[in-house]
T-cell receptor, first 111, second 109 residues
Framework: DAGVTQSPTHLIKTRGQQVTLRCSPI?????VSWYQQVLGQGPQFIFQ???????GRGNFPDRFSARQFPNYSSELNVNALLLGDSALYLC??????????FGPGTRLTVT | GQSLEQPSEVTAVEGAIVQINCTYQ??????LSWYQQHDGGAPTFLSY??LDGLEETGRFSSFLSRSDSYGYLLLQELQMKDSASYFC??????????WGAGTKLIIKP
C-alpha cells in the first residue's frame, strides 16, 4: 500500500509570493493534518481536516489556509510568503485514531 | 500557555537502556504520543498512552502519569539505528497535537 505522498519535494519561492502544497493520504484515511517544522524544533500544528471539514487550527496567521477534497487529498496554501515561512511542511494522515502517518514533507525555502 | 518539556539531548551506549522524560502543560489532555524522527526523515509513530501505566511494544515502552502530567519513553537494548530525535506530543481539547522540541538520542558503540 502507498504511504502518504506530498508534492513538491522541494520548493524555492520569493518573499510575497504564494505557494500551494499537496498531500495524498493513505487509502482509507479520512483525516489529514498539516505541520510546520523548523530545523531543530518539533512540528507545529497548522490544521487538521476530517471528512472535508476543518477540525482544528493551530496558532498560524490567516495567510495559511487549507482544504480537503472529496478524495481526502488536501492542499495547504500560504500567501504573502515571509522569510520565516521557510521550513519543512509535513502532512500526516490517520483513520481518526491516535496514530498519525507522515509523508516525507515539502522543504520550502523563501528568499 | 501550552508546553511540553523534554531533554534536548541524551547520550547512551549501544546495548544499554535509556529513558526520555516528558512533562506537559496543555489545555485538555487526550493522550500522550511518542514519535521517532531520523535526520532528514519524517516522524514515525512509536507509542500512545491515554491511561496511566506502562505500554510495551518490543524494545520500546512508554509510561504515563496523568496526575503528574508526566510520561517517559524507555528504549532497551539500544542499537545504533536508534540514533534519532524523539518527540512527545499531546492532543489537547482543540484537537491540536502539541509537540515537544525533541530529544536527540546519541548512541555510542
Amino acid at each position: 500500500d502507498a504511504g502518504v505522498t506530498q508534492s513538491p519535494t522541494h520548493l524555492i519561492k520569493t518573499r510575497g509570493q504564494q505557494v500551494t502544497l499537496r498531500c495524498s493520504p493513505i487509502s482509507g484515511h479520512k483525516s489529514v493534518s498539516w505541520y510546520q517544522q523548523v530545523l531543530g524544533q518539533g512540528p507545529q500544528f497548522i490544521f487538521q481536516y476530517y471528512e472535508k471539514e476543518e477540525r482544528g487550527r493551530g496558532n498560524f496567521p490567516d495567510r495559511f489556509s487549507a482544504r480537503q477534497f472529496p478524495n481526502y487529498s488536501s492542499e495547504l496554501n500560504v500567501n504573502a510568503l515571509l522569510l520565516g515561512d521557510s521550513a519543512l511542511y509535513l502532512c500526516a494522515s490517520s483513520s481518526d485514531t491516535y496514530e498519525q502517518y507522515f509523508g516525507p514533507g515539502t522543504r520550502l525555502t523563501v528568499t | 500557555g501550552q508546553s511540553l518539556e523534554q531533554p534536548s539531548e541524551v547520550t547512551a551506549v549501544e546495548g544499554a537502556i535509556v529513558q526520555i522524560n516528558c512533562t506537559y502543560q496543555t489545555s485538555g489532555f487526550y493522550g500522550l504520543s511518542w514519535y521517532q524522527q531520523h535526520d532528514g526523515g519524517a516522524p514515525t509513530f512509536l507509542s500512545y498512552n491515554a491511561l496511566d501505566g506502562l505500554e510495551e511494544t518490543g524494545r520500546f515502552s512508554s509510561f504515563l502519569s496523568r496526575s503528574d502530567s508526566y510520561g517517559y519513553l524507555l528504549l532497551q537494548e539500544l542499537q545504533m539505528k536508534d540514533s534519532a530525535s524523539y518527540f512527545c506530543a499531546v492532543r489537547d481539547s482543540n484537537y491540536q497535537l502539541i509537540w515537544g522540541a525533541g530529544t536527540k538520542l546519541i548512541i555510542k558503540p
